[in-house]
């Protein structure tokens, strides 16, 4: 066989693998478990629902606050909860906003707190988060939500949250925000992150008790405060840059068990109108989920290659050159890749021939991956809203 029919038929196998070996990462049936429980209204005992206290990490977030804000505070939770807003050094009046909205809207207490600049050491996003943790467990809560300031909650979504946590015993339960698909750039990329997010870890695989495999959505995040306690959060991962997963990876380390899967009613408000605002969201955190390492970059890159461009170049240069083997092997992987990519089409009800752009959409991806290791080895780091972190490390493992 020809080099490029070898290229194909490997790209081929390696999408039968993803198919049948990578935990059927291209479902989108990964929906918040049953959570039978006592139902909110003037009914309800609250006695029975256990505390809760939202943990809200912001800087500079003014823009998104009018849209998210107020979903929070009008969550009809039967028990006894309240809002936590960290101000993390904003200069736009988040604070201020956030203060008025409450008086506006009304519903759950809101406070606003401020952090300080970083201590060494810690990440930004997770210096806001150790603050508002301290705060909300001065309440004594059973449970934290922690959740983004551009993320706008249904008003059931704590009460759900709680109830399936208990009715499962799950110590962490996370939903992956459904983000904004308004523009081409976003409906051009934004389906394909979460695809290839599941594909890295397979919400089944997350969600089994024995599976090494662990990630949440840092968008949505209900803890139980005894594995707070138990895997030391935030101090444990105080590094980190990619806080979800490093979060996920402490409390199912140390015993607990986690639940990872799509929402249906907790949305992103925040807009990606343009290419180069999707291209800093990736590219801020992508060379640290490679833990910096060069020799992982290289694979990565070779592996999108083969997995994502291989298909449609050996189909079209097959078909070019009359070699049957590249041709065919090239279009049975491209159609194994568009068939796993349309659930996740679907869950964002876009159209199916967005699917066919998906090795344009995967160069785009490599294209950020690299610009991110360039920007580390620069010594610019990853960054959380404007504040910049040269060569971060990942937190270290625990045993």
């Known amino acids: 066989m020809s080099a490029l029919a070898w290229t194909a038929v490997g790209s081929l196998l390696a999408w039968v693998w993803l198919l ?28 029975s629902w256990p505390d809760v206290v939202v943990v809200v990490p912001a800087r500079d977030e003014a823009a998104v606050l009018p849209d998210s804000l107020p979903s929070l ?32 809207h009304g519903g759950l207490p809101l406070d606003v707190v401020a952090p300080g600049e970083p201590e060494a050491g810690w990440t ?61 750039w976003e409906r051009l990329i934004v389906p394909a992150f979460v695809y290839l997010f ?36 935030p101090e444990s991962i105080r590094h980190a ?43 801020r955190s992508a060379y640290a989920q490679l833990r910096h390492s060069p020799a992982l970059l290289v694979g990565t890159v070779a592996g999108l290659a083969l997995v994502y461009l291989a298909p449609v170049g050996t189909l079209v240069a097959g078909a070019a050159w009359s070699d049957p083997v590249a041709a065919w092997a090239g279009g049975l992987a491209q159609a194994v890749m568009v068939g796993t990519y349309l659930p996740v089409l679907r869950y964002y009800r876009q159209s199916p021939l967005y699917a066919l752009l998906l090795p344009f959409t995967a160069l785009l991806y490599l294209l950020m991956t690299v610009d991110s290791a360039v920007q580390h080895y620069r010594g610019r780091g990853a960054a959380w809203k404007g504040r910049t972190y040269a060569r971060p490390q990942a937190a270290p493992e625990e045993g």
Not at 73 to 101: C, N
Not at 131 to 152: C, E, F, K, N, S
């Open 241 to 283: 840059v990619i806080d979800d997963v490093t979060l996920a990876r402490a409390v199912k380390r140390t015993g607990g068990r986690i639940w990872l899967g799509l929402a249906e009613r907790v949305d992103s408000v925040r807009p990606y109108p343009l290419l180069a605002d999707l291209w800093r969201m990736v590219a």
């Open 73 to 104: 505070l009008a969550q009809d939770y039967p028990g006894r909860a309240s809002v936590v807003l960290v101000d993390d050094g904003s200069t736009d009046g988040t604070a201020e906003l956030a203060r008025a909205l409450s008086d506006e």
């Open 198 to 233: 599941a594909q890295l870890y397979p919400f089944r695989w997350v969600n089994r008790p024995g599976a090494r495999t662990a990630a949440a959505a840092g968008g949505c995040v209900l803890l139980d405060v005894r594995a707070v306690a138990r895997a030391r959060i």
């Open 20 to 47: 049948l070996g990578q935990g059927s990462f291209w479902r989108t049936d990964q929906r918040l478990p049953p959570h039978p429980g006592p139902a909110a209204g003037p009914g309800s005992d609250a006695r």
């Open 124 to 184: 930004g996003k997770l210096w806001a988060l150790r603050h508002g943790i301290a705060v909300a467990r001065g309440r004594d809560p059973q449970y934290l939500l922690l959740t983004d300031a551009d993320i706008a909650h249904a008003p059931d979504s704590l009460r759900a949250l709680v109830a399936s946590a208990r009715a499962n015993g799950l110590d962490l339960v996370s939903q992956m925000a459904r983000l904004r698909v308004a523009g081409g």
